[in-house]
């Protein structure tokens, strides 16, 4: 099946330092790609959807200029978390769908960020 | 929008077959799709069904669709220790193509010896 890796897998950082996480669609073109937060005991949430050469579409709640999206490839988007808290401590994983197969979304494995 | 609902535990006992349910409430809902979790893992997709077929049948795992009851649930069979993990359902509306999935909280499968 596909595969879609994110990078880097867990992160340590300090409050109110920026965070980059990766996710690459490793066999396929993926022209969208999306991005959910997965809280402790909790279900997934979809925060925004990533079309590459566009903006992306943010959930109602989520703040844009705090998650910063950028799909700039047809195999590459990062999620940028600026100025992270505590309180953004949570387990990050994107999906990619392929061109060919409109309704399959492939998973990366999560980043673990923890905000110290 | 979307709510999908799951209950949370499910215990069985080993070689026993498990039954993992899940509802929806959006009867546009198109593609329903089963995934897997291991512990600090990501996201395995285990299976999907299209929003008209009844019934689909994969090895040990048997997905049924009530669409009037807007009922899917997930029957794996001859349920081993390594099928411990949360078990998300996860619905794909047809709103468009670009739509993320609204999963269910997911049901963690205990399985006792």
């Known amino acids: 099946g596909a595969v879609v890796s994110q990078h880097p897998s867990w992160v340590i950082c300090k409050s109110g330092t920026s965070v980059k996480i990766e996710c690459r669609s490793l066999?396929?073109?993926?022209?969208?790609m999306f991005w959910y937060r997965q809280f402790p005991k909790q279900s997934l949430m979809l925060m925004a959807t990533?079309?590459?050469?566009?903006?992306?579409?943010?959930e109602q709640g989520v703040e844009k200029d705090k998650f910063l999206i950028n799909h700039a490839s047809l195999t590459l988007s990062t999620l940028t978390v600026t100025s992270a808290h505590p309180e953004d401590s949570s387990f990050y994983i994107c999906?990619?769908?392929?061109?060919?197969?409109?309704?399959?979304?492939?998973f990366g494995p999560g980043t673990r960020l923890t905000v110290l | 929008g979307e709510d999908v609902e799951q209950s949370l535990f499910l215990s069985v006992r080993e070689g026993d077959s498990s039954v993992i349910n899940c509802t929806y409430t959006?009867?546009?809902?198109?593609?329903l799709y089963w995934y897997k979790q291991e512990p600090g893992a990501g996201l395995q997709l285990l299976t999907y069904?299209?929003?008209?077929?009844d019934m689909k049948q994969d090895q040990r795992l048997t997905v049924l669709l009530n669409k009037k009851d807007k009922h899917l649930s997930l029957r794996i069979a001859d349920t081993q220790t390594g099928d411990s993990a949360i078990y998300f359902c996860?619905?794909?509306?047809?709103?468009?193509?670009?739509?993320?999935?609204?999963f269910g909280k997911g049901t963690h499968l205990i399985i006792q010896p």
């Open positions: 066999d396929f073109q993926a022209t969208t």
């Open positions: 069904i299209f929003s008209n077929m």
């Open positions: 999906s990619a769908r392929s061109v060919g197969v409109l309704n399959e979304q492939f």
């Open positions: 990533s079309n590459e050469g566009s903006k992306a579409t943010y």
């Open positions: 996860a619905v794909l509306n047809s709103g468009g193509g670009a739509d993320g999935l609204t």
């Open positions: 959006d009867s546009s809902s198109t593609y």
